[in-house]
């Protein structure tokens, strides 16, 4: 009875696994058909000519190999953090005076300063729209895609808050804070500190703050700014500065004159910013009692620690440099070296 009663059983069994080989045997060929068909489509559609970022995106992804071992960081987060602050120090002989402001006239009112008056919803919506997506999190752990989705309400709360901390100049303690990871650069020695590269995570909202202002200050400081200024500008690029370069050569070899160059690598050049000469140069250009303290308090008592591997080393302030990711970086940069 026992035998005749598990053959049936056993049949449907067999059976079981016979449906289930040839079902996954049909997902299998439809899995490789479909990349097949993707690799295909992204082979006739990628044109180097017009945009080459996927093109060197997919290069990139399919010269990684995953097998090869990694090597193992020989150092302490705190000697990378250590020489974070070694590489901001400066010349230690150097102490240049604090910027002597005027004192913003009581009686000029939040409209009529062109760069500090109150943001608008359309000023938080464009510059919503140009933050970038796949970006890692500050320490809010809040994401540019969750900012980009926020309701009407979320939207009109946030707006409230920028123009809270603009008018007031004050900001929140955790836009003070980041998280710097520190990667190994190709080829170097892991035992050496400075061979890590500092990856600062900054909170999105504070760069979404920093996008706003932004926005107003560009188009004027990139008027004053010197012609021969060609990093972070729009419409300029190294490709015309190796033109100009070229140009000079050849002009002056017309003339029978020899050209002489002196390249200068600039090591850790955000990092050897000095806050007071950049107050002091930043009133100078934009003539804004204003937004010189705003921006001048959005770099003091700035603090980070750095993460390796998973170990974290001890809180540190940073008393000079700009903060690697900052958005407003690149053009107090160009403020600072435009003389």
Known sequence: MMATSLKPGLM??????????NCGDLLTSIITESRQRRWREFVETTNLTHSSRKAWKTIRILGNDCTKAQPVPQVTTDQV????????????????PRANLPKADAAI???????????????????????????????DDILCEQ???FGPLALQWLLDMLNQSLNTNRIPKIWRK??????????????????????????????????????????????????????????????????????????????????????????AAYDTVNHRILT?????????????ELIQNLLSNRRF???LNGNRSRWRRQKNGLPQGSVL???????YTND
């Open 12 to 21: 449907q069994t067999r059976c079981l696994l016979y449906m289930i080989q």
């Open 81 to 96: 953090a250590h020489r974070l602050l070694v590489n901001s120090q400066g010349n230690p002989n150097h102490h240049p």
């Open 109 to 139: 009112s939040e409209e009529t300063s062109h760069f500090t008056r109150p943001f608008s919803m359309d000023d938080l919506r464009n510059a919503t729209k140009d933050m970038k997506n796949n970006k890692a999190a500050g320490l």
């Open 147 to 149: 900012i980009k989705h």
């Open 178 to 267: 980041s998280r710097v990871i520190a990667l190994l650069k190709p080829g170097k020695d892991p035992s050496i500190p400075k061979n890590y590269r500092p990856i600062s995570l900054l909170c999105h909202t504070y760069k979404l703050f920093e996008r706003l202002i932004l926005n107003r200050t560009a188009p004027l400081v990139d008027e004053l700014l010197i012609p021969e200024q060609a990093g972070f500008r729009p419409g300029k690029s190294c490709t015309g500065q190796l033109l100009n370069l070229t140009q000079y050569i050849e002009d002056g070899y017309e003339k029978g004159l020899i050209t002489g160059a002196v390249f200068v690598d600039l090591s």
């Open 280 to 292: 002091k140069k930043l009133f100078q250009i934009t003539k804004d009692v204003r937004l010189t």
């Open 305 to 307: 620690f750095v993460d």
């Open 329 to 335: 970086a690149p053009i107090l940069f160009n403020i």
